[in-house]
């Protein structure tokens, strides 16, 4: 009997827990963040980032810089009223939101974040002098006609599982020098072309050969997944 009752118990707590955690669309966002004021809306992307754009009325802690991110919280903002958090694509926004829920903030994840925000045609506050960025549609395309196979790896500095797949990337196009072509793109220095593309995570590989995409592959592949493609 003691042994069901606290298994009831764990059970209530790991559901109060995960209610207080939660994910909504760009567009329910948006509805939110239009009929109420004063809204607790958190960036956890880094400064250069934020500066260059991001979701009006939003305050930006940089989710790696753990110190003062903790701090900001802190200082900043009310566990009595909700928080919601994005970051680019996700990934940093779901660490943070886990770690807020945590300490008994009940957080609201924007799925996707800044590039399932723009796919929805969401405005974005950005610089003045902000504008096109990187490779071209056409510039990319271009590419893309080389009779040799190319592998694209869209990527950021920021990003958890690009980093952990950049040395067997790297590996590849030794290997397979004069065979494949390795080709990485940075998503935050070619914003455009990441939109144009429809791309709203990453990491993601595209494969192309003969000038046509055969392979297309979102979140962490590992050095075997891709080479089975390649060969």
């Not at 955690?21 to 948006?30: C, D, G, M, R, V």
């Not at 109420?36 to 754009?53: G, M, S, W």
């Not at 506050?125 to 271009?142: D, H, M, R, V, Y």
Request: overall charge positive; charged content about 25%.
């Amino acid at each position: 009997m003691k042994h069901f009752i606290s298994l009831l118990l764990f059970g209530l707590l790991y559901i109060t827990a995960a209610s207080a955690q939660n994910k909504i669309s760009a567009t329910e966002a948006a509805q939110i963040l239009n009929k109420k004021k004063n809204i607790q809306l958190l960036d956890v992307r880094t400064q250069k980032e934020y500066a260059d754009k991001h979701i009006a009325n939003s305050v930006n802690l940089d989710w790696n810089k753990k110190a003062e991110f903790e701090e900001g919280v802190t200082n900043k903002f009310n566990k009595k009223q909700p928080l919601y958090v994005y970051c680019l694509s996700g990934g940093r926004s779901a660490q943070a939101a886990k770690a807020l829920t945590e300490q008994g903030y009940t957080v609201y994840e924007i799925d996707g974040g800044i590039l399932k925000w723009e796919a929805a045609g969401l405005s974005l506050e950005k610089e003045k002098s902000s504008g096109s960025k990187g490779l071209t549609l056409k510039q990319f395309n271009a590419l893309t006609k080389d009779k040799q196979m190319l592998l694209v790896d869209f990527h950021a500095s920021w990003c958890g599982p690009c980093k952990e797949m950049a040395p067997f990337i790297q590996e590849i196009a030794k290997k397979y020098t004069g065979k494949v072509k390795v080709v990485k793109i940075d998503v935050d220095e070619n914003e455009t072309l990441t939109k144009q593309l429809g791309i709203t995570s990453i990491p993601v590989l595209f494969l192309y050969k003969d000038g046509k995409r055969t392979w297309k592959h979102i979140g962490f592949a590992d050095q075997k997944t891709i080479e089975k493609q390649l060969n």
